[in-house]
């Protein structure tokens, strides 16, 4: 791990990701694994920071972290909401009540047009930790069932929250 970190220091990406493949190669730390990732997707080789989090996820299979890491790596590369929404699902069972979790599964299951599960994932978030785009996802889900009352609701609150953000930057 020192080569790597020295690489790293020195800005070689490359070099970084494959002395991290070298270190994993010879059990690896969870903390090993995670670097390994990190670089090769700073490295732009996203395809490796799957594997690389796969490989992860099957030495520590109970590391809920690595399953967003990996749903988040596979919405960046653009994979099938199926495989995103079961690797969150696995997050979600491992990390129960971890809002990063919940606010990433709602928002794809509301681009799914799962409008219900996404509502319920979405409330919950909200109530915990308002930001303006879950609060406009939720707004959006409220009218897909009806709720036009809520829907008005979290929308002024989506409002309010961007504003205050824009005030904040200014």
Known sequence: A??????YCLGDLNKEADARRLVIANK????????AWSAEVRAGRLDHGEAALREAIAA???????????????????R?????????????????GDKRIIDARGSLLFRMRQYGPAYKD???????NPTPFNQAYLALAAIELGYFEEA???????LALAIGVYLMLR
């Open 2 to 7: 020192l080569l790597a970190d020295a690489y």
């Open 28 to 35: 690896a730390t969870e903390r090993d694994y995670e670097r």
């Open 60 to 78: 520590y299979p109970r590391e809920g972290q690595n399953y967003l890491r990996l749903g988040k790596l596979l919405k960046r590369m653009q």
């Open 80 to 96: 099938p909401n199926e495989e995103i929404l079961s690797v969150l699902d696995s997050a979600a069972r491992l990390l129960p």
């Open 122 to 128: 979405l409330r919950e978030v909200t109530d915990a």
């Open 152 to 158: 008005l609701e979290a929308i002024g609150a989506a």
